[in-house]
Antibody
Framework: EVQLVESGGGLVQPGGPLRLSCAAS????????MTWVRQAPGKGLEWVAS????????YYVDSVKGRFTISRDNSKDSLYLQMNSLRAEDAAVYYC???????????????WGQGTVVTVSS | DIQLTQSPSFLSASVGDRVTITCRAS??????LAWYQQKPGKAPKLLIY???TLQSGVPSRFSGSGSGTEFTLTISSLQPEDFATYYC?????????FGQGTRLEIK
């Protein structure tokens, strides 16, 4: 069964760091783009960051640039999101997802994890 | 950034109804448009990609159409399990953006 499992969420103080992980099973993570999406309580979906297969291309939403870093370890079939200088507005459920990237318009986030909750509070 | 506006934001309908959700983009996205379904406490699920291609395993009562700046998601005959929130998403350019969501509830 293909599965993505996030971990690392929790309660962190404003200004603090947190590292999220996403472990893949049933698929070889290294041949796919991957992405993080978040959802604040009661709000809609917000794309956070994406990374290509080798880690040489990374894209971020403006609100996290300079604070968050997406990375991957293909030997461990794992994706990461290092979050620094956390703010109250970063509190959300964070999902990792496989980002299917094609040569045409067939791109989509086709496999999602169950999410991990990040709470930012003093 | 490409802004996506869904309408309506809230929809009340009955089992068996045909419903249509519209997604309008502030700039052309060609066919780089996907639709997702999300139920409370669950991860989103991909329904449609490339504006009109049904994801494997998704029931045929779901369909998508459109290109450029106006897109629609249609559910031909609502089933009890379809009551959820639906999001459109553009993948034409970064930042990737989502619509604000359409909450579909039972009348």
């Amino acid at each position: 069964e293909v599965q993505l499992v996030e971990s690392g969420g929790g309660l962190v103080q404003p200004g603090g760091p947190l590292r999220l992980s996403c472990a893949a099973s049933g698929l070889t993570l290294g041949i796919y783009w991957m992405t993080w999406v978040r959802q604040a309580p009661g709000k809609g979906l917000e794309w956070v960051a994406s990374i290509n297969q080798g880690g040489s291309e990374k894209y971020y939403v403006d609100s996290v640039k300079g604070r968050f870093t997406i990375s991957r370890d293909n030997s461990k079939d794992s994706l990461y999101l290092q979050m620094n200088s956390l703010r109250a507005e970063d509190a959300a459920v964070y999902y990792c997802a496989r980002f299917y990237v094609s040569s045409g318009p067939q791109d989509a986030f086709d496999i999602w994890g169950q999410g991990t909750v990040v709470t930012v509070s003093s | 950034d490409i802004q996506l506006t869904q309408s309506p934001s809230f929809l009340s309908a009955s089992v068996g109804d045909r419903v249509t959700i519209t997604c309008r983009a502030s700039q052309g996205t060609s066919s780089y448009l996907a639709w997702y379904q999300q139920k409370p406490g669950k991860a989103p699920k991909l329904l449609i990609y490339a504006a009109s291609t049904l994801q494997s395993g998704v029931p045929s009562r779901f369909s998508g159409s459109g290109s450029g700046t106006e897109f629609t998601l249609t559910i031909s005959s609502l089933q009890p399990e379809d009551f959820a929130t639906y999001y459109c998403q553009q993948l034409k350019t970064y930042p990737i953006t989502f619509g604000q969501g359409t909450r579909l509830e039972i009348k």
